[in-house]
T-cell receptor
Framework: RKEVEQDPGPFNVPEGATVAFNCTYS??????FFWYRQDCRKEPKLLMS???SGNEDGRFTAQLNRASQYISLLIRDSKLSDSATYLC???????????FGKGTKLSVKP | SQTIHQWPATLVQPVGSPLSLECTVE??????LYWYRQAAGRGLQLLFY??????ISSEVPQNLSASRPQDRQFILSSKKLLLSDSGFYLC????????????FGSGTRLTVV
């Protein structure tokens, strides 16, 4: 089982749609969780941390289920500018380094 | 505020040539430093990380090496590049003992021809 697995995508959605990304991780001892956004040919940038109680930042909602080792990201009222690849990230490994999923590409169409 | 600089932005190198990519961080001290590679259509692969000057840990055996000659400087090198070394190389920093995410530099796109 891969350490961090994500929906393969791509997701093609119209503007205004709600889109959900899912992610599972294999190491139950993982300590912290993040969603990153990566635009084409650019570096990944931190979108938001994911807390056990769930957290929201504007149109973005992240949730964590430690029992199921499952992380999600919900984007409401999607915009053209949301088009990017979304990376699920888990702090784990032998040294507590960040482990990245392969990402899910989102294309928001007019 | 903290900033991370990485250069060059793009590089085209022949097979068998040497490589040196540099990364520097400003505005913080004793950062943890990381080199990642992202091959075309693939995820980020951690290559090296460093928790202090002269301390390098390798995650994957490679045709590459890393060095940390100064607290906020991290260098990725190769003596002889292979075609398979092509990719997007990203330097990142994180706080020692922190639980936050990493901040990435803008990356170097390396094409080995």
């Amino acid at each position: 089982r891969k350490e961090v697995e994500q929906d393969p995508g791509p997701f093609n959605v119209p503007e205004g749609a709600t889109v959900a990304f899912n992610c599972t991780y294999s190491n139950s001892a993982s300590q912290s969780f993040f969603w990153y956004r990566q635009d084409c040919r650019k570096e990944p940038k931190l979108l938001m941390s994911v807390y056990s109680s769930g957290n929201e930042d504007g149109r973005f909602t992240a949730q964590l289920n430690r029992a199921s080792q499952y992380i999600s990201l919900l984007i409401r009222d999607s915009k053209l500018s949301d088009s990017a690849t979304y990376l699920c990230v888990v702090r784990g490994g032998s040294q507590g380094n960040l482990i990245f999923g392969k990402g899910t590409k989102l294309s928001v169409k007019p | 505020s903290q900033t991370i600089h990485q250069w060059p932005a793009t590089l085209v190198q022949p097979v068998g040539s040497p490589l040196s990519l540099e990364c520097t961080v400003e505005g913080t001290s004793n950062p943890n430093l990381y080199w990642y590679r992202q091959a075309a259509g693939r995820g980020l692969q951690l290559l090296f990380y460093s928790v202090g000057i002269g301390q390098i840990s390798s995650e994957v055996p490679q045709n590459l090496s890393a060095s940390r000659p100064q607290d906020r400087q991290f260098i990725l090198s190769s003596k002889k590049l292979l075609l398979s070394d092509s990719g997007f190389y990203l330097c990142a920093w994180g706080r020692t003992g922190g639980f936050e995410g990493y901040t990435f530099g803008s990356g170097t796109r390396l094409t080995v021809v």
